[in-house]
């Protein structure tokens, strides 16, 4: 299975996924903890995939979603942004109507 195949998986599999630095108890990022806040507040059931723990998702999320950075939010299948655009959706309260539909 190649990375691409496995991240295409992760997504496919999880309604509200976030990759991240860390987990949502320890992250390693002030970005990925901020992304957890703001997925907590908006009543978000979601998973994590920490990118730490697997250097080739690390790299290989980055192409996959043509961004640059981490953390990665999905939902449904759908690549929303990094903490910044979660900050913003949230703040405009666009992100509790995307979650709510999922």
Known sequence: MTTED??????EENKILL???GNPKFPQCGFSSLAC??????????ETVDVL???????GIK?????PTIPQLYINKEFI????????????????K???GS
Request: hydrophobic share 35%.
């Open 19 to 21: 990759f991240m630095k």
């Open 81 to 96: 942004g990094g903490a910044d655009i979660m900050r913003e959706m949230y703040e405009s309260g666009e992100l509790t």
């Open 37 to 46: 806040q703001i997925l907590d507040a908006s009543g978000a059931n979601y």
């Open 63 to 67: 192409t996959y979603s043509n961004w």
């Open 6 to 11: 496995k991240i295409s998986n992760l997504i």
């Open 53 to 59: 723990q697997d250097q080739d998702v690390r790299e």
């Open 98 to 100: 995307v979650i709510s």
